[in-house]
Antibody, heavy 117, light 106 residues
Framework: QVQLQESGPGLVKPSDTLSLTCAVS?????????WGWIRQPPGKGLEWIGY???????YYNPSLKSRVIMSVDTSKNQFSLKLSSVTAVDTAVYFC??????????WGQGTMVTVSS | DIQMTQSPSSLSASVGDRVTITCRAS??????LNWYQQKPGKAPKLLIH???SLDSGVPSRFSGTGSGTDFSLTISSLLPEDFATYYC?????????FGQGTRVEV
């Protein structure tokens, strides 16, 4: 079955760049889907970060757009997130997900990222 | 941005109860509304897309209605595994936005 798995450092220093990767298994990332990132600060709600197509086309949340870069590696069947100039407010669980039509139908388990010195 | 407001923020219920959660959009979103269930420490799970379409494998006790700005999620008869937090999410326009969540607890 389709599975997504996030990976990356769990601790990032303030002003540094957060880098995460989402490995997709059981499904080709080059299929007709977009691939997204969503985050959830501890005890709070969900925030859409953006999504990317296998061609590299991206859409970002305007509130984060100046700091976000998403990329896709079709040869490794994975996609990535970079968030620059992080502060404590970027501390959250980061989820990757598959977008099917206009919903996120399959999610990774999530990875906690803490921004702290 | 389109603001999504859920009510109530939390509710207490018992097994077998009928539960309804509402979601209101700050502007019309047609039927571009999804519902997710999230349990502690887990990823959200898609329950309903396009306001009323049950996702594959989701039990029929879940149902969704609405269009425009007002939507609802109903659980017809609550089971123990349904105690969780529920989120609505609009996909009518970017940025996609979520409601603040409704916690269903015992």
């Amino acid at each position: 079955q389709v599975q997504l798995q996030e990976s990356g450092p769990g601790l990032v220093k303030p002003s540094d760049t957060l880098s995460l990767t989402c490995a997709v298994s059981g499904y080709s990332i080059s299929s007709s889907n977009w691939w997204g990132w969503i985050r959830q600060p501890p005890g709070k709600g969900l925030e859409w970060i953006g999504y990317i197509y296998h061609s590299g086309t991206t859409y970002y949340n305007p509130s984060l757009k100046s700091r976000v870069i998403m990329s896709v590696d079709t040869s490794k069947n994975q996609f990535s997130l970079k968030l620059s100039s992080v502060t404590a407010v970027d501390t959250a669980v980061y989820f990757c997900a598959r977008r099917r039509d206009l919903a996120f139908d399959i999610w990774g388990q999530g990875t906690m990222v803490t921004v702290s010195s | 941005d389109i603001q999504m407001t859920q009510s109530p923020s939390s509710l207490s219920a018992s097994v077998g109860d009928r539960v309804t959660i509402t979601c209101r959009a700050s502007q019309t979103i047609s039927v571009f509304l999804n519902w997710y269930q999230q349990k502690p420490g887990k990823a959200p799970k898609l329950l309903i897309h396009s306001a009323s379409s049950l996702d594959s494998g989701v039990p029929s006790r879940f149902s969704g209605t609405g269009s425009g700005t007002d939507f609802s999620l109903t659980i017809s008869s609550l089971l123990p595994e349904d105690f969780a937090t529920y989120y609505c999410q609009q996909s009518n326009s970017s940025p996609w936005t979520f409601g603040q969540g409704t916690r269903v607890e015992v």
